[in-house]
């Protein structure tokens, strides 16, 4: 009787197991960053796809630039283009976020050396319930 326990005890074990596996995090794919020149800015695009629980960027690092912001391009209604610093990123679940040119991207602002075609970067993305993930992003022109 008391294996009958003990066996039942890790079949429910291993079925709450199952339920209780945690949301897929969120995956980055596409990234790439433009070339610029030491002292100058440049921009890193990619795409976010969010598993199945809301979460939100909060920030960036690299270091290949003295400082890494959230932005957003904007075209307002008489043509003139805008980029707006953003503090966080909303992802809801599910969603697939492109940043791209005209739209989010992510600014490398002073760069601490060259970014020329077929070099690398490291960026840490900050996501408020995925935590920090880190990426290769390879320096492309568009």
Known sequence: ????????????????????????????????????????????????ENGSRRDALLGAASDAAADVQLHRSEIDSDGNASMQAQDRIELAPQETLAFEPGGYH????????????????????????????????PVQTD
């Open 106 to 137: 992510i600014m490398l602002m002073g760069l601490v050396r060259p970014l020329v075609p077929g070099d690398s970067i490291e960026l840490i993305l900050r996501f408020e319930k995925a935590g920090e993930i880190h990426v290769l992003v």
């Open 1 to 48: 009787m008391k294996r009958l326990y003990v066996c039942a005890a890790i079949a429910l074990g291993l079925i709450l197991a199952g339920c209780a596996r945690p949301a897929p995090m969120v995956l980055v794919s596409g990234a790439w960053a433009r070339p610029g020149e030491q002292g100058m800015n440049s921009a890193i695009y990619l795409q976010l």
